[in-house]
């Protein structure tokens, strides 16, 4: 299977996942598993997220932070760079920056990225595990979080259908971003394709607007 195959697939799973149950279980986390996940991930793209691995810059008894082995690193380790966008995001928000919404999720999909950065290496071993046919659960579960994480951070307070609409357009926003950073595309690159999508889903939302405005309404 090719890599632009795989990548369909990994779409397709993660787009599946999040209509089958957008708000998965929360992760647990504590200071003791967060030092440890930010120890295997400095040296994740040359070892790989292994137990191994893990063990050999987080102690002897590392692994029993994380019983579930592999799996339960790679969510773990998504949880806690969604947490850390969170922070980052918010603090904008009550510094007075970020006044739209659309800016707030721009602003927390590119906070999430720049967590990463040093990580590069490690998140390319990690999406190949996450690439994998056996793996679609898994990464569906951590997409899920991570735009729940997102849209959080951007305090959008919709509910219903809406709620679940908007993340289902974000996931189709999220996605390519992400794996442009990751193919090692140039921040000026991945922001114009950030920007492109958010612009895509703007116009979408005003066509549906007008589509169904009320007969005899006239936009002020």
Not at 31 to 41: F, G, P, S
Not at 96 to 104: H, N, T, Y
Not at 196 to 211: H, M, N, V
């Given at each position: 299977?090719?890599?632009?195959?795989?990548?369909?697939?990994?779409?397709?799973?993660?787009?599946?996942?999040?209509?089958?149950?957008?708000?998965?279980?929360?992760?647990?986390?504590?200071?003791?598993?967060?030092?440890?996940?930010?120890?295997?991930?400095?040296?994740?793209?040359?070892?790989?997220?292994?137990?191994?691995?893990?063990?050999?810059?987080?102690?002897?008894?590392?692994?029993?932070?994380?019983?579930?082995?592999?799996?339960?690193?790679?969510?773990?380790?998504?949880?806690?760079?969604?947490?850390?966008?969170?922070?980052?995001?918010?603090?904008?928000?009550?510094?007075?920056?970020?006044?739209?919404?659309?800016?707030?999720?721009?602003?927390?999909?590119?906070?999430?990225?720049?967590?990463?950065?040093?990580?590069?290496?490690?998140?390319?071993?990690?999406?190949?595990?996450?690439?994998?046919?056996?793996?679609?659960?898994?990464?569906?579960?951590?997409?899920?979080?991570?735009?729940?994480?997102?849209?959080?951070?951007?305090?959008?307070?919709?509910?219903?259908?809406?709620?679940?609409?908007?993340?289902?357009?974000?996931?189709?926003?999220?996605?390519?971003?992400?794996?442009?950073?990751?193919?090692?595309?140039?921040?000026?690159?991945?922001?114009?394709?950030?920007?492109?999508?958010?612009?895509?889903?703007?116009?979408?939302?005003?066509?549906?607007?007008?589509?169904?405005?009320?007969k005899g309404l006239r936009p002020a």
């Amino acid at each position: 299977m090719s890599g632009r195959d795989r990548i369909l697939q990994f779409a397709a799973g993660a787009g599946y996942g999040l209509l089958q149950g957008m708000t998965p279980p929360s992760i647990e986390h504590s200071v003791e598993r967060d030092q440890a996940l930010k120890a295997l991930a400095a040296v994740a793209g040359e070892k790989g997220w292994t137990l191994a691995a893990l063990k050999e810059v987080a102690g002897a008894d590392a692994d029993l932070l994380f019983p579930n082995g592999r799996t339960e690193l790679l969510e773990a380790w998504a949880d806690l760079v969604d947490r850390e966008m969170t922070e980052r995001v918010l603090l904008a928000i009550d510094e007075g920056e970020c006044p739209r919404l659309s800016q707030k999720v721009r602003r927390a999909v590119l906070e999430r990225l720049d967590i990463l950065e040093p990580y590069r290496a490690a998140e390319r071993r990690a999406a190949t595990m996450l690439l994998s046919p056996c793996a679609g659960k898994t990464s569906a579960r951590i997409l899920a979080r991570t735009v729940n994480a997102i849209w959080d951070a951007s305090e959008d307070m919709s509910g219903g259908v809406t709620w679940a609409t908007k993340r289902i357009s974000l996931t189709g926003i999220y996605v390519p971003t992400f794996l442009a950073w990751l193919g090692g595309a140039d921040r000026g690159k991945v922001e114009q394709i950030l920007d492109a999508g958010l612009a895509r889903t703007r116009r979408l939302g005003e066509l549906k607007q007008r589509l169904f405005r009320p007969k005899g309404l006239r936009p002020a």
